[in-house]
């Protein structure tokens, strides 16, 4: 039988569990502050600049393309409602973009449109995708891609001018020729940008004509030269979307022309494809159709166009050429 305990065994024993209390309690409280110092770290590291705020960049980027033509004005209810976004966030986000004169208000508590800020970038997205430069990398793919001299160029009253051109790697070719002038009519380019003259003013050839002293220029007798007959050749480029010049500005060289689009669908340039009869047959022809119009939509396509957008599809079939039989 084991001996009754010591009274000082007894009196012992509070202080002893009164020792175990304070070190559970400050083990706890060293625990605690580990615990808390992960929870900081976690919550308050600063993240990668890259990282950080991107949600917020893209939800401004979402309000910014909101503004159409078709809906130039929102309130900050309809944004909201819209892109679901909660309201607070939105006048945030549109608060940071008035800042930057990026958006703008139509009166004090009035609906926001696109502001000042964001005309000046869009003038200076235009010019910096002028047509010549946004036309060079295609032309110099075209080039590549056929053997063939490509060219950009643009309606100069009666005549076309060449912007820039990309030579092509025959021996038997054409020669540099920017800045110079042709015929508009008795080109592939200037019949593509008459007919989109045409287009908007049914009376441009005949004041083509009429300028010209009622009969068109012919540097070759296969040139149109009456009113009557380029007409009828515009309306059928206007409906093919291109148009080709044989023999028309120089015997024994011909040309393929595909319209250049701006951000409104206005055409606005033309590009070509052109060389000597002895390659430009009529079943090389029908096969390069294709191309200078496929090179001509991504082109409008840096100056702004969409081809969605202005109800088109990206690529339509090739049309037999005028005058190249099957």
Known sequence: ????????AFEDAPKVGRRRQADIKRLDRTRGRRNIGRIVKQRFTPTPLRVRGTQAVIRALRIARAFSDERPEWSLAELSQELEISKPTALRLLS?????????????????????????????????NSVASAARPELEALTRATGETSSVEI???QETLILDEVQGGHLIGTSPSVGTAWPAHATSTGKVLLAAAQAENPDAVRALVRAAGGRLPGPTPRAIRTA??????????SHQGYATAVDE???GY?????????FDGRIVAAISLGGPTARFGPARIRTLVGPVREAAERISERLGWSAAADGAPRSLPSPRPAGVPR
């Open 249 to 251: 500005l120089e015997k």
């Open 1 to 8: 039988m084991a001996p009754p305990p010591r009274r000082d």
């Open 155 to 157: 309606l100069a009253g």
């Open 228 to 237: 009557a007959r380029l007409a009828a050749e515009l309306g059928r480029v």
């Open 254 to 262: 011909v040309a393929i022309g595909a319209p250049l689009r701006r």
């Open 96 to 128: 940071a973009l008035e800042d930057g004169r990026l958006v703008t208000r139509a009166g004090p508590g009035g609906p926001y449109r696109l502001g000042p800020g964001a005309i000046a970038l869009g003038a200076r997205a235009q010019r910096a």
